[in-house]
């Protein structure tokens, strides 16, 4: 602990000194900007997933942001069966530019299945890491004072421990005060793309079938399917 007394003689014995009291919170949360991380998440049916991707990292990267991770990969929808290219992207992009972002987006795409935009205040988790990165910085110097008049190796010792754990705790709330600033700064979009196949409705020929028509001609084919598989099956052990 920092308010333990170092070892040694009378001479040039001095106590590690004691953390400054921090200042109020709400008097520090109130007088300060306010920081908000905003991000969002999006659903949206397209023509060409992979061709939306490109196009949201283009968007992503004009705006002056870049692209956290993006996917495509082959999956099977309906009861059809039907094979089709779907893709997800999420990008990190500034957080002034968010709305408009998610504007452009919805505009590419044929329908908007969901969007939703999340935002957290952490200007007071922001301001205790402040708060308690200058009373480290404040007590590392008294430390390093300490330890320039300390005469007796023992002394020495025990300053410079003390002075690795409160520069690495140091470090520490310089890492999560980044977070902080850098997550309000950027705002994230999470996409999921999805090819309009997935959406169209079952056609045979001309023949368009609509509600309960639709919903029993779906469950022939699944069934036809499902025996069509048992009878390869029985083939198979005969």
């Known amino acids: 602990p920092l308010g333990e007394v170092l070892g040694g003689g009378a001479e040039g014995q001095k106590a590690a000194p004691e953390m400054p009291a921090a200042p109020d919170m ?11 991380v905003r991000n969002a998440n999006m659903t ?11 196009q949201i990292r283009l968007m992503a990267e004009n ?10 990969y082959q999956t099977t929808f309906g009861d059809a069966n039907v094979q089709a290219t779907q893709a997800s992207i999420t990008i990190r992009l500034p957080a002034e530019k968010l ?9 590419q795409a044929i329908e908007v299945r969901r ?36 005469t007796k190796t023992q002394d020495v010792m025990a300053v410079f421990n003390q002075l690795t754990q409160v520069r690495g705790e140091i470090e520490s709330v310089k890492g999560q005060i980044q977070y ?9 979009i999470a996409v999921d793309l999805i090819p309009d196949v997935a ?24 069934n036809a399917t499902i025996i069509d598989e048992n009878h390869s099956i029985e083939m198979v052990q005969i």
């Not at 709305?99 to 505009?107: H, N, S, V, Y």
């Open 26 to 36: 709400a008097a520090s949360a109130t007088s300060a900007d306010r920081l908000v």
């Open 199 to 222: 959406a169209q409705p079952l056609q045979i020929g001309t023949w368009r079938p609509e509600g309960t028509a639709k919903q029993a001609l779906e469950a022939l084919i699944k």
């Open 63 to 72: 705006m002056g942001g870049f692209v956290v991770s993006s996917n495509g």
């Open 99 to 107: 709305d408009q972002a998610l504007q452009q987006i919805a505009e």
């Open 44 to 54: 949206v049916v397209v023509h060409d997933p992979a061709q939306t991707a490109r």
């Open 180 to 188: 902080y600033e850098e997550s309000s700064r950027l705002s994230a």
């Open 115 to 150: 969007q939703s935009v999340t935002g957290e205040d952490v200007t007071a988790q922001y301001t205790d890491l402040q708060s308690r990165q200058r009373n480290l910085e404040a007590a590392e110097s008294q430390l390093r004072e300490i330890m320039d008049s300390a």
